[in-house]
């Protein structure tokens, strides 16, 4: 689902002795996906080999995704959060395949109301879907080739994809360029001509001219000015109203995620350490980890900042290559009991479409971000 202008680093797979993969496509729990779930990722691993020596010896692997589980709805649009190095981007290039998982289930409900596991797919089996998923880069200077059109850079993924050719691509982008607000008679030009607003909307209509049911947003609004975020955030907001668009919004930036996400998952060192409903988690987060991500959330009211004090936290972030037992957050965290630091807490549910990755959830009290 990258398009060749964009490229993307080699996919590493663990070696044998790595956890193992499945081979079917379908799993035995497809069945089970409920109606209103586009996408349901299951236990998803990406291993990185540590190589070393002349002979390139395997001595560890990068866990940069590490049993990671969530779901997106149809129609929804589902926050991917956490510090950079967190496995956002990962876990966002293992959706389009840019990455062949290590391990765990990617299913996903075509079309026709079938589900199938994007993880087990070969090239072959893709190719349906890579129009169905699409992803929206952060770099607008980078994502799109120079020495293409606007055409050319929009309808390469029709020809690709055989959708379509000619007439019908050349009318297909007009409209879809006027969609995002450009002018179809920039389709001539080259990136060079316009501003990173503009060219992030270049990006959106690349993504967007498939028709796709799923659009990753990775880091979409963190490379522009603050006046043109809040413009390319209306527009996605609108273009999901329009499309029936689900996305998956990966971003650091909590205060734009509380602005168009309907649910959040929190990442820290390639877990899941929380997820829940955006108001849910901004009024009363349950992990120590999303605390302190609450705790940096600018604050208009200078009322407000007098009465909440930021969270700072000690220490450096684990190393995936080599996290610390028990609970990877324990070093860091300020209620860490000694059962952090030898038992890995599991995912659970503590409500109703709340989860939480800490043994002590139900009986701390933590802080949010303000409302203001």
Do not use: W
């Amino acid at each position: 689902m990258l398009d060749s202008t964009q490229k993307a680093p080699s996919p590493i797979t663990a070696d044998s002795n790595s956890p193992s993969r499945t081979t079917s496509p379908l799993t035995p729990r497809s069945s089970h996906l409920s109606p209103d779930t586009l996408l349901d990722v299951r236990n998803l691993r990406m291993y990185f080999p540590v190589l070393e020596g002349i002979f390139s010896k395997v001595k560890g692997y990068v866990k940069a995704a590490d049993d990671v589980t969530f779901s997106v709805g149809v129609g929804e649009t589902v926050g991917l959060v956490g510090e950079s190095g967190c496995g956002k981007t990962t876990v966002g290039r293992c959706l389009l395949r840019a990455y062949q998982p290590t391990g765990g289930e990617m299913r996903y409900r075509t079309r026709d109301g079938s589900i199938v596991d994007l993880a087990q797919l070969d090239n072959r089996g893709l190719r349906p879907y890579r129009r169905d998923v699409r992803m929206i880069f952060q770099d607008p200077f980078s994502s799109l080739n120079p020495r293409l059109t606007v055409y050319e850079l929009v309808s390469e993924v029709l020809t690709v994809n055989r959708i379509c050719s000619g007439k019908e691509a050349e009318e297909r982008v007009a409209t879809t360029l006027r969609r995002v607000g450009l002018r179809p008679e920039y389709m001539r030009r080259y990136p060079h001509a316009f501003s990173g607003g503009e060219r992030q909307r270049i990006v959106i209509a690349r993504a967007l001219v498939t028709e796709p049911r799923l659009v990753v947003a990775d880091e979409a609004v963190s490379a522009l000015d603050v006046s043109v975020r809040a413009q390319i955030l209306n527009l996605m907001q609108s273009l999901r109203d329009e499309f029936d668009l689900t996305y998956l919004f990966i971003s650091h930036d909590l205060s734009v995620v509380r602005h168009i996400c309907d649910r959040v998952v929190v990442m820290y060192v390639g877990r899941v350490v929380e997820i829940a409903g955006g108001d849910a988690l901004y009024s009363r987060p349950l992990h120590p980890y999303t605390e302190a991500l609450m705790s940096a959330v600018p604050i208009t009211n200078p009322r407000d900042r007098q009465r909440k004090a930021r969270i700072r936290l000690e220490g450096d972030v684990a190393d995936p290559a080599n996290p610390p037992s028990g609970c990877y957050f324990h070093p860091r965290c300020r209620y860490a009991q000694e059962r952090c630091r030898t038992e890995t807490p599991a995912l659970r549910s503590v409500g109703a479409e709340r989860m939480v990755a800490c043994h002590f959830a139900e009986t701390l009290e933590l802080a949010g971000a303000p409302i203001g």
